[in-house]
């Protein structure tokens, strides 16, 4: 039987040891990406500094820069996901830009299909397109026009016209939510556009089978991952699809400190903040402590088919956002 490597703690140290594994013929795995979500304001800033946090970014061999996407999230916030994404693209020549996510169903799909053409040609290969439904603010969705109850099924057709329009095909679309003739988007992408489909829900995840290139899961456990890419590749053979969607990753809100309370300390305030709950509500999904501590956190996701992480670090010390997800990364590595 070959063997794997396993992160353990001894005497306050991450380390990795070979255990066994009875699947003789499990391909070896590659090492898993990391990706972080920059300061929020980091845009609003004087240009230089936006510049000198994503060169940081790729010096120090993270895989992607993330953004997030919103229209008008509790009372007004929001900063339009794909606008956040050719911004950053413009702003460093290399780093891939990941929306996580971008509320498709709020949009029109060709108008969004456009777009996304749109970037890929002035930042050929670098978006990585993760879409989801929302809904921690219904009046949000209501606000653009969109009855709430409907947000799945919307998705489902936005999310087959966006294909197809990347694909080159011309769609005709007598639909639920969109009536299409003949629509086209041209140029097509060179690169495929990869779409993940991000949501918790066995629905999100039969979505992601049906539609995607991967899954996107947040709040979860490695336990829950590992039977939701079970779930997605049934889906996917259920679909007809030759090949099931393998680029699965997980969002993750983290805290780096050198101790676990100063850690906690920055994360809880920022996460309650932005969703309005008590930070107990996600603690038991959020590692906190040094960079060591988060690592030993996610390597059970990497053993249950998590191939990248978006991180969402809270730190008030803005180089190690970026030093403390490399140092995952390094760590990560190892598993």
């Known amino acids: 039987m070959p063997e794997i490597l396993k992160p353990v703690r001894r005497a306050g140290v991450l380390t990795v040891v070979p ?28 240009p230089g500094v936006a510049l000198s946090f994503l060169s940081g970014v790729a010096m120090e061999g993270l895989d992607h820069i ?22 950053l693209t413009m702003l460093q020549a290399t780093l891939p830009v990941y929306t996580g996510v971008y509320l498709l169903p709020l949009r029109h799909p ?37 009855d709430p109850a ?28 969109f009536d299409l003739e003949e629509a086209v988007i041209a140029p097509v992408p060179a ?42 590749n049934e889906e996917a053979a259920l679909a007809g699809r030759p090949t099931p969607p393998s680029r699965h990753a997980m969002q993750v809100w983290c805290g780096f400190a050198d101790t676990k309370e100063a850690a906690r300390a920055q994360l809880a305030p920022a996460m309650e903040s932005f969703y309005q709950l008590p930070f107990e509500r996600f603690e038991r999904y959020c590692p906190y402590g040094t960079p060591e501590d988060v690592a030993e956190f996610l390597a059970p996701y990497v053993e249950a088919g998590c191939g990248e992480f978006n991180l969402i670090p809270q730190t008030s ?5 970026i030093t403390g997800a490399a140092a995952v990364k390094k760590l990560l590595a190892r598993v």
């Open 150 to 177: 409907t947000r799945g099924r919307r998705m489902d057709e936005c999310l087959a016209v966006v294909r197809q329009l990347l694909d080159g095909k011309a769609v005709t679309l007598p639909g639920e939510f």
């Open 19 to 46: 255990t066994r594994t009875d699947d003789a013929s499990k391909p070896p795995s590659k090492p898993a990406r990391v990706g972080i979500f920059p300061p929020q304001d980091l845009l609003e800033q004087e």
């Open 191 to 232: 690169e495929p556009v990869p779409i993940i489909v991000g949501g918790r829900s066995d629905a999100a995840i039969r979505r992601a089978g049906r539609f995607g290139d991967g899954w996107l899961g947040i709040w979860n456990s490695p336990r829950r991952f590992s039977a939701a890419v079970i779930l997605a």
């Open 317 to 321: 010390d803005p180089d190690l956002m």
């Open 66 to 87: 993330c953004c997030g996407d919103h229209v008008s999230f509790f009372g007004g916030m929001g900063f339009d996901g794909l606008v956040q994404a050719t911004a």
């Open 110 to 146: 060709v108008l969004v299909a456009r777009q996304i053409a749109d970037l890929a040609r002035i930042a050929p290969g670098r978006l990585i397109f993760g879409v989801g439904i929302g809904g921690e603010d219904r009046h949000e969705v209501q606000v653009c026009g969109v």
